[in-house]
């Protein structure tokens, strides 16, 4: 990477691999830019995690990448969005980096639900830290507070879906024990609110049927970053000639590699082994 591109990175931050849902997209829609993604995975999941230790993890992990050279960081992560976020913007980066941004994915899902003005009853499943928050019931009442929000915690999934076991008969039928409540309440639209569960977004689909909008999470977040790129010229971000992709993970590259591959599918030529928590 040349000089110039070593500050010119966008960053992905999750707690695993559930963010490579996002990176994915990223990659298919701008693919011209130079990326860090890394992945927590020593530590997750981050949904059972009190909120002070959300917001410490998601601290270390802004320091290792804006050190790295990353000018704006995309948390990938609904849980750390919900818990962290707005305080990392107000203290965090006012104090150290106040140049950079950090952007979250609530606003641009609960933007696209409630875009549509057939919608009347929303539910949402996430970590059981995502759904106490009550970061989407705020940001959807903001934006259309007549609508009805129907929420449920599915803190079984990330760690099935870390596991590998996206497409095994347990972890159906453990979805299907999660949607049923959402279901009979004859909701319009489902939020996956959080990064891991677009790796079940097939037998998510097939449980709800056809007329429950269902949100790629990818594809609206690499769409509204698309956007705010193109409304802040001044962060610096700009294609490169040679975009490069690192991954980063705190535990077991190997893994990460084998299931990242999966997931995002394509090759991952390497993945670098990582301490954040001691910067």
């Not at 009853?121 to 106490?132: C, L, M, N, S, Y």
């Not at 056809?210 to 001044?234: A, F, M, T």
Request: aromatic letters at 8%; proline letters at 6%.
């Amino acid at each position: 990477m040349s000089g110039k591109d070593k500050r010119n990175i966008i960053g992905v931050f999750d707690s695993g691999l559930g963010g490579l849902t996002v990176f994915k997209y990223l990659l298919k829609t701008l693919p011209q830019y130079n990326y860090l993604y890394l992945g927590d995975t020593a530590r997750l999941p981050y949904g059972e995690k009190s909120p002070e230790t959300i917001y410490e993890y998601a601290r270390e992990a802004m320091d290792f990448l804006f050190q790295a050279g990353c000018r704006l960081v995309i948390i990938a992560c609904n849980t750390a969005s919900a818990q962290a976020l707005r305080r990392l913007q107000q203290e965090y980066l006012a104090a150290k980096y106040p140049d950079r941004r950090i952007l979250g994915v609530i606003r641009p899902l609960a933007e696209s639900v409630a875009s549509q003005k057939k919608i009347k009853r929303v539910g949402i499943i996430g970590t059981k830290a995502t759904i106490a928050s009550g970061a989407y019931p705020s940001e959807i009442a903001k934006l259309r507070p007549e609508l009805e929000i129907i929420q449920a915690a599915a803190p079984l999934l990330v760690p099935l879906i870390e596991e590998g076991w996206a497409g095994k008969p347990e972890t159906k039928m453990i979805l299907k024990k999660y949607l049923r409540p959402l279901k009979t309440k004859d909701i319009d639209a489902l939020i996956l609110a959080c990064t891991h569960y677009p790796f079940l977004y097939k037998e998510i689909k097939g449980v709800l049927g056809r007329r429950v909008l269902l949100p790629q999470p990818g594809e609206i977040i690499s769409q509204s970053l698309d956007q705010y790129l193109k409304r802040h010229p001044e962060l610096g971000l700009e294609p490169s000639l040679a975009p490069s992709r690192r991954y980063c993970t705190t535990d077991n590259p190997a893994a990460f590699k084998a299931l990242g591959e999966k997931f995002l599918g394509q090759e991952i030529k390497s993945v670098e082994l990582v301490e954040i928590s001691r910067l």
